[in-house]
């Protein structure tokens, strides 16, 4: 997460269902619909397909079926 979010800072989520393309947030990974894991990254759809970014460009992107994640919310600051 470093630089902009340095380890042990507290992120500060508006809770929404919905993320705009570019966005960070905090999103579930499902598997047959149940949560089994929480990211911070950033958010892109294209059609039915969510990639999520990480904040640290040093590691890749993951691809997910848009059935696969669900939305936390927004991070909108930090402490």
Known sequence: ??????????LLINR???LER?????IFILKDAVVT???????????????LRPIN?????QE?????IMIYGKVVGKV
């Open 1 to 10: 997460m470093e630089p902009d979010y340095p380890d042990g800072c507290i």
């Open 16 to 18: 929404q269902p919905v």
């Open 22 to 26: 570019g966005e960070a947030g905090i």
């Open 37 to 51: 894991e929480a990211t911070f990254k950033r958010f892109y759809k294209d059609g039915s397909k969510v990639t």
């Open 57 to 61: 460009s040093n590691y890749p992107p």
């Open 64 to 68: 997910y079926d848009a059935m696969d």
